[in-house]
């Protein structure tokens, strides 16, 4: 299908755009009050990541209600520990957690390695938003880095200092590697699927990639990362590994077309580390919360920093659900409506 809109694709190739793309991590969430409304229309979360034609209603929502210049689909990055053997639970307010969780090494030996039909769910409803978006925007799809799940598969949530995840692959390193390879494997043909079902680019969340050291992070993550990439010749891959700014060069050196930054990356030190790749990012999510001239200022300050071209505006992590949509509206608009004729770096 022919794409009306497809400046994300052509940004991420590191072809020219005539206006820089741009749409928000957890876009598709609680900031809208139509997204409250048919979650609380079902039990919960969960059900709604496993109603296709529902996750297809709230994927779209923000292109429709916002205008963002792509769709994210509806799911979660713990579908794959779940198609694994280890389901989650999602606490409203509090977030996940994993009743049962790697706590030895034969744990891991029990652990299935999934299958595109086990997230059967999410797969469909890439089918439909495919269909319903009609061509309006590209679809990005997505999945958690090996890392950052195999730190809510030993930790059973979220923490502090990750010590039982670093434990693990301190003291064990050949049993974290087994993990690390059953869930890269996992990965590898859930992202297929997506593919197959309609993804036009495919997102790597490595939320935790922050708590490690460089030497740690090229052991235990930028291999895995390696191989998910690899297996992708032919879709944009974007890696975002939250609070890594010392690992920007290495995850540019991998096969992958966009390196995802946050508020603790400067832009133009990010452009030196990556060269011709495609930056995205990289808005502290917290400057929604100020007034429409001082997002104004920071998204102008923003673009400047990074130059019109190879680059994907967004947040530096994902909106907080106390945001104004209007607020989101406004940055969304301000990043579109922005000149880039104007820019010495263009
Ligand atoms: O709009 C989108 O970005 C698509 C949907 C999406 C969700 N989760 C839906 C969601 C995506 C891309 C994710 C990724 C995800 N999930 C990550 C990586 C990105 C990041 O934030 O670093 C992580 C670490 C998770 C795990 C997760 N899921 C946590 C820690 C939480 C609780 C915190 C929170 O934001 O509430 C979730 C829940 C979750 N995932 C919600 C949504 C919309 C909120 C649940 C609700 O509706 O109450």
């Not at 059900?47 to 296709?52: G, I």
Request: overall charge neutral; some cysteine; aromatic content about 10%.
């Amino acid at each position: 299908m022919m794409l009306k809109n497809d400046l994300l694709l052509r940004a991420a190739r590191g072809e020219k755009t005539e206006r820089i793309p741009v749409w928000l991590m957890r876009q598709a969430g609680r900031i809208l009050p139509e997204y409250r409304a048919v979650r609380a229309s079902l039990s919960g979360f969960k059900e709604l990541v496993e109603t296709p034609e529902r996750a297809a209603e709230v994927t779209l929502q923000p292109v429709d209600i916002l205008g963002v210049d792509a769709a994210i689909i509806f799911s979660d990055i713990l579908v794959v520990s779940e198609g694994m053997g280890l389901p989650y639970e999602m606490e409203e307010k509090k977030g996940p957690y994993f009743p049962k969780t790697i706590d030895q090494v034969q744990d891991i030996d029990r652990l299935r390695t999934g299958k595109a039909e086990d997230f059967h769910y999410t797969l469909d409803a890439i089918r439909i938003t495919r269909k319903e978006l009609n061509g309006r925007v590209p679809l990005i799809g997505f999945a958690g880095a090996p890392f950052t799940l195999l730190c809510y598969m030993v930790e059973g949530g979220g923490s502090k200092t990750f010590s039982k995840s670093k434990k693990l692959l301190f003291t064990e390193p050949e049993a974290a590697g087994k993990l690390l390879q059953k869930i890269t494997d996992t990965t590898i043909a859930y992202l297929r699927g997506q593919v197959e079902a309609g993804a036009d680019l495919l997102q790597v969340f490595d939320s935790w990639a922050g708590i490690l050291s460089p030497q740690a992070y090229e052991k235990f993550s930028i291999p895995f990362l390696r191989q998910i990439c690899e297996a992708f010749p032919d879709v944009p891959v974007t890696l975002f590994a939250k609070g890594a700014f010392y690992a920007r060069k290495s995850l540019a050196a991998l096969p992958c077309q966009v390196i995802g930054t946050d508020w603790n990356m400067p832009p133009e030190e990010s452009r030196l580390l990556v060269g011709e790749k495609t930056l995205q990012g990289n808005l502290d999510p917290c400057v929604l919360y100020g007034s429409a001239k001082f997002i104004t200022e920071e998204t102008h300050a923003m673009i400047r920093a990074f130059g019109a071209q190879r680059y994907i505006a967004n947040l530096g992590h994902g909106v907080y659900p106390d945001t104004d949509p209007m607020k989101v509206r406004h940055f969304v608009e301000t990043v579109q409506q922005f000149d880039i004729s104007t820019l010495q770096n263009r």
